[in-house]
């Protein structure tokens, strides 16, 4: 099973500066990819711009959205934007979409909330015709780049409803999950996804990606972490915000075991979310699991 790292871009106080040396340093270490979340209601940077920054100063790892709100974006700019990337790093880009769950993004960018299901959909067509070199009208050319990847980036789509897990199988090479903590949540997701893909008669399996929030370390790393990772999740409720904060993987041994369980169920890569902003946690994570 591989291990990915996400940049702490989404954390409370982190120096944007020092992402430039997070992505330089994954690079250097044995993680499998470098990825970037997204919101836009929130204190944290756009992942694509991240990504581009990434192409600079690394040449090995994948780099990852994970995932990217689609439906707040126009697809045909989206699409050239991320042909643009996986071809300025040689091939090397994986596209994680999802519909997002929540409003206060879709007003920040002006889209409507109450079809992006339905305009996910739509989206994922029309960029694929992108990446295949559709001209759309008579006497226009293609836009962007061609992706070094045929087809386009590889896609993993994430998201917890039905529908969500039911596009796999039509759009994507796979699906990430988030958490990581619980594994037989984990374990019903993938059998769910596995469904999709042998509806659509797909050849293979599809990739299977979970996350895993983490933050190593003294108490008050640990409590400064769980106090971001409530404040993330605080639109979901004070209940569920909690749990996700006092979930969060505290210990190489609790780091150790999860990834074990995990790789049990299937899983082919896990992102090891930091939840605290310093650049020690990128040590302690090789530290702990290589």
């Avoid at 293609?142 to 994430?158: F, N």
């Avoid at 993938?190 to 979970?210: C, I, N, Q």
Wanted: net charge negative; proline share 6%; glycine share 10%.
């Amino acid at each position: 099973m591989k291990i990915g790292l996400a940049l702490p871009a989404n954390v409370p106080g982190v120096i944007p500066s020092e992402l430039i040396d997070w992505a330089r340093r994954c690079d250097a270490a044995p993680f499998s990819s470098l990825a970037a979340n997204d919101r836009l209601a929130y204190v944290t940077g756009d992942p694509l711009a991240l990504l581009a920054m990434a192409c600079g100063v690394t040449s090995r790892v994948r780099l990852m959205t994970s995932i990217l709100i689609a439906p707040v974006r126009n697809a045909g700019v989206l699409a050239t934007q991320a042909a643009t990337i996986d071809s300025l790093s040689n091939g090397r880009l994986t596209l994680g979409l999802a519909v997002g769950g929540r409003e206060d993004d879709f007003v920040v960018g002006q889209a409507l909330f109450h079809n992006r299901g339905k305009r996910f959909d739509e989206m994922l067509s029309h960029m694929r015709r992108v990446w295949e070199g559709d001209t759309f009208m008579n006497d226009s050319h293609p836009s962007g780049p061609t992706p070094v990847q045929q087809g386009g980036p590889e896609i993993l789509l994430g998201g917890s409803s039905p529908a969500a897990i039911a596009r796999v199988g039509r759009w994507a090479n796979g699906f990430i999950a988030g958490g990581g903590g619980n594994l037989e949540r984990a374990r019903e997701v993938y059998e769910t996804v596995l469904a999709s893909w042998a509806e659509h008669d797909r050849p293979g399996k599809p990739r299977f990606l979970s996350g895993l929030s983490y933050a190593l370390g003294e108490e008050s790393v640990i409590e400064q972490a769980r106090a971001n990772q409530y404040d993330y999740y605080s639109w979901l409720g004070e209940k569920i915000a909690t749990g996700r904060a006092q979930g969060i993987v505290t210990t190489p041994e609790a780091m150790r075991e999860t990834l074990a369980g995990l790789e049990s169920i299937g899983v082919d890569e896990v992102i090891m979310q930091p939840t605290h902003a310093a650049p020690e946690q990128l040590d302690r994570a090789v530290a702990a699991v290589f």
